[in-house]
């Protein structure tokens, strides 16, 4: 008796869903693996100061927890007034017990990223660098800021450089 296997075939409709767009993120470029590393513990405010390390949290660090899963991340964000003044840092435990710390204070989190790799990516980050430096590329993509919107003839109205959120619209 012969069994027929069916094919099925799925068609796409429509634009990519969210949960697609965010595997894609997930398993673009290198893959961050922390071998040496036994846990990452972050501490930075929770809001108003200390952009580059919460554009790591947010960017970087759900790629380096899907690709190291048994990774142990602890992140603080804790609250701090405009009188206070405290660096975000990253501690960085490694498996032999030794501890290393990353100042985050004004960087990008390429930066961040760069540090944390050169501390625990071990020899697959060197040879990544390598490859990348040989093809006259940087071993992590800087982001670039999105550009702001310019007034064109379509818009009624003048968009004032100078001012940010609804201010823009006034005079």
Not at 106 to 125: F, H, N, R, T, V
């Amino acid at each position: 008796m012969a069994v027929k296997a069916a094919s099925i075939v799925i068609e796409s409709v429509g634009p990519p869903s969210r949960l697609s767009k965010v595997l894609a993120s997930l398993r673009s470029g290198y893959k961050p693996q922390l071998a040496d590393v036994k846990s990452l513990k972050l501490k930075y405010a929770f809001r108003n100061d200390h952009w580059g390390a919460r554009h790591f949290v947010k960017n970087d660090l759900p790629r380096i927890q899907y690709v190291n899963p048994k990774l142990a991340v602890e992140v603080a964000k804790i609250p701090k007034s405009k009188d206070e003044s405290w660096k975000p840092e990253m501690t960085v435990e490694l498996r032999d017990g030794t501890q290393k710390i990353i100042d985050m204070d004004q960087k990008w989190s390429s930066s961040i990223y760069e540090e944390l790799m050169e501390i625990g990516g071990g020899p697959a980050w060197q040879q990544w660098k390598e490859e990348r430096k040989a093809e006259g590329l940087p071993a992590v993509e800087i982001p670039v800021p999105a550009a702001r919107p310019q007034a064109s003839s379509s818009m009624p109205f003048q968009i004032n450089p100078l001012k940010t959120g609804a201010a823009v619209m006034l005079p």
